[in-house]
């Protein structure tokens, strides 16, 4: 232990295990991704990008710009909303969480109940810097309608961003049928 004294030993990227850069910009979702990693997640690489997220040790959804749309996700946000990789990529971010307005016609995003929505509003801020927001949404399941609250943080990675979940919960104590 005596070593790890005064001089702190250089920190390695979670993802790659490479040595990193002194710890530049406060950064909140990709903290501890070194700068290789974080330019890989706007090649267009969706393996690459995956074996990324997966080092994060949260909820991620890569959002691409235009569509604006899930890119790609780690194993814990498939987990979270019970979805395989291939209900979350490509797929409107509502859809991936089973927002009732992606149900619509108009779609996620696009539904008039939309304009108000405080986590599009966090993921669209998220392209140019960073961002977060929290709110209740109705959310669509085998088990019917039950309101949850949704909590995200975003971040620009590239043209792309990164979207961290922070809450996902049923309210009314969780009951669901
Ligand atoms: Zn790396």
């Known amino acids: ?3 790890a004294a005064g001089s702190a030993a250089p920190a390695l990227c979670k993802s790659c295990q490479g040595a990193m850069e002194a710890a530049g910009p406060a950064r909140l979702i990709s903290a501890g991704i070194c700068d290789s990693c974080l330019a890989s ?12 997220l997966q080092a994060m040790d949260a909820p991620i959804l890569l959002m691409q ?11 814990r946000a498939l987990a979270l909303f019970g979805r395989n990789l291939a209900e979350a990529e490509g797929h409107r971010g509502g859809e ?9 016609q108009d779609g996620c995003g696009k539904d008039a109940h939309c304009d108000d929505c405080k986590i599009k509003a966090a993921i669209v ?3 140019t810097s960073a961002a977060s927001a929290e ?12 309101l949850h609250t949704l ?15 922070e809450r996902f919960e049923p309210q009314n104590g969780g009951q669901n049928d």
């Open 41 to 52: 997640l706007s090649s267009g690489n969706k393996a690459a990008c995956r074996e990324i």
């Open 96 to 104: 991936v969480f089973g927002c009732v307005h992606s149900f619509t």
């Open 151 to 165: 909590a995200v943080s975003a971040e620009k990675a590239g043209g792309y961003a990164l979207v961290r979940i």
């Open 125 to 127: 801020g998220g392209f």
């Open 65 to 75: 710009p235009d569509p604006r749309q899930v890119f790609t996700a780690n194993g």
């Open 1 to 3: 232990m005596s070593h």
């Open 135 to 146: 709110s209740t949404l109705t959310i669509r399941s085998g088990g019917g309608d039950q």
